[in-house]
T-cell receptor, first 116, second 113 residues
Framework: ETGVTQTPRHLVMGMTNKKSLKCEQH?????MYWYKQSAKKPLELMFV???????ENNSVPSRFSPECPNSSHLFLHLHTLQPEDSALYLC???????????????FGPGTRLLVL | AQSVSQHNHHVILSEAASLELGCNYS??????LFWYVQYPGQHLQLLLK??????LVKGIKGFEAEFIKSKFSFNLRKPSVQWSDTAEYFC???????????FGTGTRLKVLA
């Protein structure tokens, strides 16, 4: 399954570093999402973009900054993170048009982030 | 508040045993329901989904789920599990017409050969 790709797959960063996570979808979708997956907690929706416009910011701290330059690419810029931000960050996409598939999300493999 | 509960956090079964994983939700309005699976080292994959119609939904790899509206449940079942079904299973619920899912905490299934 290579419909949604994410790079890097693993990232270690210090609290003062700036890094970016990249997501690319090859499914012709128009909606893209960032989720955080922490141990023993449910997946947390962070951001939603639909047709390049941000439609959801789920009270995410400003040290996480998303960017969606086009419908195929989504970035998550990281700055001054805390150790508790260590988690698996998942990208997903959905068609974003009318019909049932509009709301079916397809996930990438994730970036495992460790903040030291 | 909207929530999704998966009561079984860890399940261990022998091959050929039957499986039922519980999912209950607290949600207003019309809902869309999903089960995703995450095999070790792999990404989340859609197993099956329910939007409307027949409440018994069949998915990939012999899985099925039944939507019982009166019980706010969407339990996942498989009559005979295989070692390759070892994975983590996530239930997700979303309001129809929105992009926002809420996921359960997941159930880790281990199938013994």
């Amino acid at each position: 399954e290579t419909g949604v790709t994410q790079t890097p797959r693993h990232l270690v960063m210090g609290m003062t570093n700036k890094k970016s996570l990249k997501c690319e979808q090859h499914l012709g979708h128009n909606a893209m999402y960032w989720y955080k997956q922490s141990a023993k907690k449910p997946l947390e929706l962070m951001f939603v973009y639909n047709f390049k416009e941000q439609t959801e910011n789920n009270s995410v701290p400003s040290r996480f900054s998303p960017e969606c330059p086009n419908s195929s690419h989504l970035f998550l810029h990281l700055h001054t993170l805390q150790p508790e931000d260590s988690a698996l960050y998942l990208c997903a996409s959905s068609s974003g048009t009318s019909g049932q598939d509009q709301e079916t999300q397809y996930f990438g493999p994730g970036t495992r982030l460790l903040v030291l | 508040a909207q929530s999704v509960s998966q009561h079984n956090h860890h399940v261990i079964l022998s091959e050929a045993a039957s499986l039922e994983l519980g999912c209950n939700y607290s949600y207003g309005g019309t809902v869309n329901l999903f089960w995703y699976v995450q095999y070790p080292g792999q990404h989340l994959q859609l197993l099956l989904k329910y939007f409307s119609g027949d409440p018994l939904v069949k998915g990939i790899k012999g899985f099925e789920a039944e939507f019982i509206k009166s019980k706010f449940s969407f339990n996942l079942r498989k009559p005979s599990v295989q070692w390759s079904d070892t994975a983590e299973y996530f239930c997700a619920v979303g309001n129809s017409g929105t992009y926002k899912y809420i996921f359960g905490t997941g159930t880790r299934l281990k199938v013994l050969a």
